[in-house]
């Protein structure tokens, strides 16, 4: 039995393949990745969202091991999936005879307390490093004095901070910080432009894989189409620049029945599990601009830009603040659970697999809009 000094956890989203952490290949160094019911069963997931994760997770894994780096992975039909983090890792710990445990700061609140339990009764050394993927710490408006939080001045200083979207003198260029009054131009037809990048993957095991292990889940597997990998990511990226954003901003807020995603970029789950980072979108959006002016507007460019420096930073800003509170509030008083159809997109009433109001069942946005404040 192989012996290793130090065991890293990668969480799903974590499979930015540029993180330092894999800059040098070390022996000594076990990556542990898991697939595990307590991920999948929190709360009742998309199927595709689930194959997206599980299909993504398995490439990342051949890609460290294809470099160089030991992995150990869990897939979820392996017995093991059904036990609880703690006890997986320091099952694994003792297997392996390890060291020092280590793992990325998670981007929700409530795996962030429970490795920060784990660690706290681990009989080793444990430390948490950044994911080195957002642009603004976590914690940058714990000292925020004013009681009312407002998006613009946050993107504001972000411009200014990371110089994007500036002029040699501090100004914004253009004179104007933000466009959105430009971008909620009526969409009566859609402008001829090509239709979003798409890609095949083989998803026949991993389908199998998620009715094996008997996971609960809404929606179809059909029209899987999502990037999967770094390689996938950039693609998409590079397609959504060169087709789509001249037509982002000025209509990025419409939802037709034709088209579920119109000129969106479709690059939510590349960012949101960090194969692609947010500065070098902004950065490709920037370049776009600077070679093209007539083509790529600057009302389109600076929306495009905004949704990810403003609102996907803001936002996660705003979820470190609050929570934990957060998970108890209930402004309206609500209590009925939601209906039926809200599940299964069955009801007479309203079509809601229709491509523009029912796109929960068919299509996950949740997977294809990363670039607004849902990411």
Same mark, same amino acid.
């Given at each position: 039995?192989?012996?290793?000094?130090?065991?890293?956890?990668?969480?799903?989203?974590?499979?930015?393949?540029?993180?330092?952490?894999?800059?040098?290949?070390?022996?000594?160094?076990?990556?542990?990745?898991?697939?595990?019911?307590?991920?999948?069963? &929190?709360?009742?997931?998309?199927?595709?969202?689930?194959?997206?994760?599980?299909?993504?997770?398995?490439?990342?894994?051949?890609?460290?091991?294809?470099?160089?780096?030991?992995?150990? &992975?869990? &897939?979820?039909?392996?017995?093991?999936?059904?036990?609880?983090?703690?006890?997986?890792?320091?099952?694994?710990?003792?297997?392996?005879?390890?060291?020092?445990?280590?793992?990325?700061?998670?981007?929700?609140?409530?795996?962030?307390?429970?490795?920060?339990?784990?660690?706290?009764?681990?009989?080793?050394?444990?430390?948490?490093?950044?994911?080195?993927?957002?642009?603004?710490?976590?914690?940058?408006?714990?000292?925020?004095?004013?009681?009312?939080?407002?998006?613009?001045?946050?993107?504001?200083?972000?411009?200014?901070?990371?110089?994007?979207?500036?002029?040699?003198?501090?100004?914004?260029?253009?004179?104007?910080?933000?466009?959105?009054?430009?971008?909620?131009?009526?969409?009566?037809?859609?402008?001829?432009?090509?239709?979003?990048?798409?890609?095949?993957?083989?998803?026949?095991?991993?389908?199998?894989?998620?009715?094996?292990?008997?996971?609960?889940?809404?929606?179809?597997?059909?029209?899987?189409?999502?990037?999967?990998?770094?390689?996938?990511?950039?693609?998409?990226?590079?397609?959504?620049?060169? &087709?789509?954003?001249?037509?982002?901003?000025?209509?990025?807020?419409?939802?037709?029945?034709?088209?579920?995603?119109?000129?969106?970029?479709?690059?939510?789950?590349?960012?949101?599990?960090?194969?692609?980072?947010?500065?070098?979108?902004?950065?490709?959006?920037?370049?776009?601009?600077?070679?093209?002016?007539?083509?790529?507007?600057?009302?389109?460019?600076?929306?495009?830009?905004?949704?990810?420096?403003?609102?996907?930073?803001?936002?996660?800003?705003?979820?470190?603040?609050?929570?934990?509170?957060?998970?108890?509030?209930?402004?309206?008083?609500?209590?009925?659970?939601?209906?039926?159809?809200?599940?299964?997109?069955?009801?007479?009433?309203?079509?809601?697999?229709?491509?523009?109001?029912?796109?929960?069942?068919?299509?996950?946005?949740?997977?294809?809009?990363?670039?607004?404040?849902?990411?």
């Amino acid at each position: 039995m192989p012996e290793y000094k130090e065991l890293r956890l990668l969480l799903g989203d974590q499979q930015n393949i540029n993180h330092s952490w894999f800059l040098k290949k070390d022996p000594q160094v076990l990556y542990v990745m898991l697939e595990m019911h307590q991920e999948s069963e &929190y709360v009742i997931h998309h199927i595709q969202k689930l194959m997206a994760f599980f299909l993504s997770m398995r490439l990342f894994k051949l890609e460290l091991e294809t470099s160089g780096h030991h992995v150990y &992975y869990q &897939y979820i039909t392996d017995a093991l999936a059904k036990m609880p983090l703690e006890k997986r890792i320091n099952d694994l710990i003792k297997k392996y005879n390890v060291q020092r445990f280590a793992y990325l700061e998670p981007d929700e609140y409530r795996l962030d307390q429970q490795l920060k339990a784990i660690c706290g009764q681990l009989p080793i050394s444990s430390s948490c490093y950044s994911t080195e993927h957002f642009i603004a710490d976590r914690h940058t408006l714990k000292n925020k004095t004013s009681k009312s939080f407002v998006m613009e001045p946050f993107y504001r200083s972000m411009r200014v901070k990371h110089n994007v979207l500036m002029t040699a003198a501090g100004k914004p260029i253009g004179g104007t910080w933000n466009y959105d009054a430009e971008n909620r131009k009526p969409l009566k037809t859609i402008p001829s432009t090509e239709p979003p990048i798409t890609f095949k993957h083989d998803t026949k095991n991993v389908i199998s894989d998620i009715k094996k292990a008997g996971l609960k889940f809404i929606g179809t597997p059909n029209n899987f189409h999502w990037p999967l990998s770094r390689k996938d990511a950039l693609q998409a990226l590079h397609h959504f620049i060169t &087709y789509r954003l001249p037509h982002f901003g000025t209509y990025q807020d419409h939802m037709i029945l034709d088209d579920p995603f119109v000129f969106h970029a479709l690059i939510s789950f590349s960012l949101n599990v960090k194969h692609l980072n947010p500065i070098e979108v902004i950065r490709a959006a920037e370049r776009a601009l600077k070679s093209n002016p007539e083509l790529y507007t600057l009302a389109a460019v600076e929306g495009f830009i905004r949704q990810i420096l403003g609102w996907r930073e803001y936002v996660r800003c705003i979820y470190w603040l609050q929570m934990p509170n957060y998970l108890k509030l209930n402004f309206f008083n609500h209590h009925a659970k939601l209906p039926q159809w809200y599940w299964t997109g069955s009801t007479k009433k309203i079509d809601v697999t229709n491509p523009a109001n029912g796109q929960v069942i068919g299509t996950v946005p949740a997977l294809g809009r990363a670039e607004t404040a849902d990411a």
